[in-house]
């Protein structure tokens, strides 16, 4: 597995990233918050310009390959001391392979260049990808109820993981 960064000039790179991020977010988060939640916050952090301004304030995104093939994408940046984990998606088939731990050694060695001691993220509490991060070594340090807009909230545990 190898990984790929995303330049802020990379036009083409940036609406794959948006087309993977809404194929994969959609088909995880639908049933999960509702559709109507999740195309407002497909809206709010996924458009091409909505990447864009991330890339800007200082994410980094990355495609996860194996082999010549895309199986998911990472963003992250850093935050306090920290690196706060905003992205971490597999395609559904590529799901159970290992390339979950495989991108968590990637994120450590990333936040050890930048001189942090963890990596934090936050996961909708009824997420059943809680238990990958449990079982990857993340703990619960707090609960986060989020209000973003619209009527909709996130209602998160938030992890982390010392490196």
Same mark, same amino acid.
């Given at each position: !597995? ?17 087309? !993977? ?7 995880? =988060?639908?049933?999960? &918050? ?6 407002? !916050?497909?809206?709010?952090?996924? /458009?091409?310009?909505? &990447? ?6 200082? *994410?980094?995104? =990355? =495609? @996860?390959? @194996? ?5 998911? =994408? /990472? ?7 920290? !690196? ?8 559904? /088939? #590529? ?11 990637? &994120?450590? #060695?990333? /936040? ?16 059943? @990808?809680?238990?990958? $991060? @449990?079982?990857?070594?993340?703990? &619960? ?15 998160? $545990?938030? *992890?982390?993981?010392?490196?």
């Amino acid at each position: !597995m190898y990984f790929i960064e995303l330049s802020k000039v990379d036009d083409k790179g940036i609406s794959e990233m948006s087309e !993977m991020a809404t194929s994969i977010v959609r088909e995880h =988060f639908d049933p999960l &918050i509702g559709k109507e939640q999740n195309d407002y !916050m497909l809206q709010m952090f996924q /458009t091409e310009d909505a &990447i864009r301004k991330q890339l800007e304030s200082g *994410y980094r995104y =990355f =495609f @996860a390959k @194996a082999g010549d093939k895309v199986v998911g =994408f /990472t963003a992250f940046y850093p935050r306090e001391d920290a !690196m706060y984990l905003s992205k971490f998606y597999l395609y559904k /088939t #590529e799901r159970k392979k290992g390339y979950a731990s495989k991108m968590l050694d990637f &994120i450590k #060695e990333e /936040t050890k260049a930048e001189g942090l001691c963890g990596i934090e993220l936050n996961v909708n509490r009824g997420n059943d @990808a809680c238990q990958v $991060y @449990a079982h990857m070594g993340f703990r &619960i340090i707090r609960e986060e109820k989020n209000d973003i807009g619209n009527g909709f909230f996130m209602d998160d $545990y938030v *992890y982390r993981i010392e490196v």
